[in-house]
Nanobody, 131 residues
């Protein structure tokens, strides 16, 4: 099973930037869907982005769209999350995740995307944004 290790977190002032790395123990291209998540203290974990097996970003959360950019370097088995114009509300533990199958599906019954979850998770890296 794939193992994931995040790094790059830290403290930054509002308006600043950080780039997080997620290094996988094996190649994920063509094999794993990837995702970035975050969890602020006292809040539920929320998805930041979903990335398909070919590295295409399929979804950015509304709160980060236009500020965060996901990229992938398959030669290094690394997924990146470039975070720009950071705000205090971006303060959270950030996690990357991997799954063999699609992490979400469209529910005709609910009329919305249903999150299916990820099987493999990193340990997380803390991002703190001060005002």
């Amino acid at each position: 099973q794939v193992q994931l290790v995040e790094s790059g977190g830290g403290s930054v002032q509002a308006g600043g930037s950080l780039t997080l790395d997620c290094v996988a123990s094996e190649s994920t291209y063509g094999r794993y869907w990837m995702g970035w998540f975050r969890q602020a203290s006292g809040k539920e974990r929320e998805v930041v982005a979903h990335i398909d097996t070919d590295g295409r970003v399929l979804y950015y959360a509304g709160a980060v769209e236009g500020r965060f950019i996901v990229s992938r370097d398959e030669a290094k088995n690394t997924l990146y999350l470039q975070m720009n114009k950071l705000q205090p509300e971006d303060t959270a533990m950030y996690y990357c995740a991997a799954n063999r199958g699609p992490p979400r599906r469209w529910s005709e019954t609910l009329g919305q995307w249903e999150e299916l979850g990820y099987a493999f998770w990193g340990q997380g890296t803390q991002v703190t944004v001060s005002s």
